[in-house]
């Protein structure tokens, strides 16, 4: 089975930083790779699917990237809006997830 | 609009059984696979389940295989999570999910608002 390990678990940052989150694959994985964003009480929004293809509705500040075994979300200008969790998801497989990653206000 | 609506969850003592419901709408449910992902208090997410959109191809998660079936009823666009032989560490908000297409194990995106189930004497 595939492990997904996302670094860092706790992020803090500041509004108008710059954030990257990184996700990594136990195997090789191509692009199957889905972000999450999750809000507290709420569920989980899809931001990025097939590693760096930018979900409809979604803003352009989310972009991911990478292939294979090593996987980013970046975040170009941390808004109030995206203090949340992130998960990543290896879809098309084992459909793991990441154990998340919490951006908090520094 | 696309719209998910779980139900069907509470509290059972270990051992025992609940039914999942999930009613779609605002989408041709007969068209998508559909998947079940909870996630237990404070902890992450789990993917648990999924099913193809003719119902015949299923996915487990290993934790839950042999005591969980996942089913579906395109004409009442509802999809169903039998929980058997429950034990603690199922206690979780368990959420359904519509799959990106019809081929199972696709992004998730569009999630319910998530149902509770308490495991415990």
């Known amino acids: 089975d595939v492990q997904m390990t996302q670094s860092p678990s706790t992020l803090s940052a500041s509004v108008g930083d710059r954030v990257t989150i990184t996700c990594r694959a136990s195997?090789?994985?191509?692009?199957?790779l889905a972000w999450y964003q999750q809000k507290p009480g709420k569920p989980p929004k899809v931001l990025i699917y097939?590693?760096?293809s930018l979900e409809s509705g979604v803003s352009s500040r989310f972009s991911g990237s990478g292939f294979g075994t090593e996987f980013t979300l970046t975040i170009s200008s941390l808004q109030p809006d995206d203090f949340a969790t992130y998960y990543c998801q290896h879809h098309n497989g084992d459909n793991a997830f990441g154990g998340g990653t919490k951006v908090e206000i520094k | 609009d696309v719209q998910l609506l779980e139900s069907g969850g509470g509290l059972v003592q270990p051992g025992g059984s609940l039914r999942l419901s999930c009613t779609a709408s605002?989408?041709?449910?007969?068209?998508?696979?559909m998947a079940w992902v909870r996630q237990a208090p404070g902890k992450g997410l789990e993917w648990v389940s999924a099913i193809g959109p003719g119902g015949v191809d299923t996915y487990y998660v290993d934790s839950v295989k042999g005591r969980f079936t996942i089913s579906r009823d395109n004409s009442k666009s509802t999809v169903y999570l039998q929980l058997d032989s429950l034990r603690a560490e199922d206690t979780a908000v368990y959420y359904c999910a519509k799959e990106y297409g019809a081929h199972p194990n696709n992004w998730l995106d569009t999630w319910g608002q998530g149902i509770l189930v308490t495991v415990s004497s």
């Open positions: 605002g989408f041709t449910f007969s068209t998508y696979s």
């Open positions: 097939k590693a760096s």
């Open positions: 195997q090789s994985i191509s692009s199957w």
